[in-house]
T-cell receptor, first 115, second 113 residues
Framework: DAGVIQSPRHEVTEMGQEVTLRCKPI?????LFWYRQTMMRGLELLIY????????DSGMPEDRFSAKMPNASFSTLKIQPSEPRDSAVYFC?????????????FGPGTRLTVL | KNQVEQSPQSLIILEGKNCTLQ??????????LRWYKQDTGRGPVSLTI?????NTKSNGRYTATLDADTKQSSLHITASQLSDSASYIC????????????FGTGTRLTIIP
């Protein structure tokens, strides 16, 4: 298996623009997670899905952020409008089951820079 | 408030030496504790997952311990190698209602030849 796939790997955009990050989880995994990592705040869970349904989105910073999982093999994280403070590395991870006991496998991340 | 604190923030040791990283948590109720290794520019990779009843768990040269009474965990690295240079992140899961992950800010380990 190719592991968790994320695209793009790098994104540079201007403040106010819409940004869409994409993730393909490992085939057969039922849970998908979106994380954000910065030097100041470390790793933060934004939202996670189980069987394509959002279970916990309490980590989503504000209404500018939205995530979807239209099917078991694809998810998007959208930021509209983007702001400089959104600059971070965004990771997608998947696991066989919910957040509980299963190992999460992380993608390579998308480095977002908002100018 | 659930918190996970890691120490030291950074550590530099010579290749071949052993080291121990610490993780203290106040997460309750406790479900499990995970250690991740994150190489620069890459996503975290799981090293161990420990549940309440497990005191020690090994993964090659990595040994994690858990003391659920004192709410402390450690990650011991034996005979360090240059490839061990990475950030090590401690994550604790609680399961009161919705499952919640609380993350430490990590220890940055540098191995020098």
């Amino acid at each position: 298996d190719a592991g968790v796939i994320q695209s793009p790997r790098h994104e540079v955009t201007e403040m106010g623009q819409e940004v869409t990050l994409r993730c393909k989880p490992i085939s057969g995994h039922n849970s998908l997670f979106w994380y954000r990592q910065t030097m100041m705040r470390g790793l933060e869970l934004l939202i996670y899905f189980n069987n394509n349904v959002p279970i916990d989105d309490s980590g989503m910073p504000e209404d500018r952020f939205s995530a979807k999982m239209p099917n078991a093999s694809f998810s998007t994280l959208k930021i509209q409008p983007s702001e400089p403070r959104d600059s971070a590395v965004y990771f997608c991870a998947s696991s066989l089951d919910a957040a509980g006991t299963d190992t999460q496998y992380f993608g390579p991340g998308t480095r977002l820079t908002v100018l | 408030k659930n918190q996970v604190e890691q120490s030291p923030q950074s550590l530099i040791i010579l290749e071949g030496k052993n080291c121990t990283l610490q993780c203290n948590y106040t997460v309750s109720p406790f479900s499990n504790l995970r250690w991740y290794k994150q190489d620069t520019g890459r996503g975290p990779v799981s090293l161990t997952i420990m549940t309440f009843s497990e005191n020690t768990k090994s993964n090659g040269r990595y040994t994690a311990t858990l003391d659920a009474d004192t709410k402390q965990s450690s990650l011991h690295i034996t005979a360090s190698q240059l490839s061990d240079s990475a950030s090590y992140i401690c994550v604790v899961l609680s399961n009161f209602g919705n499952e919640k992950l609380t993350f430490g800010t990590g220890t940055r380990l540098t191995i020098i030849p």
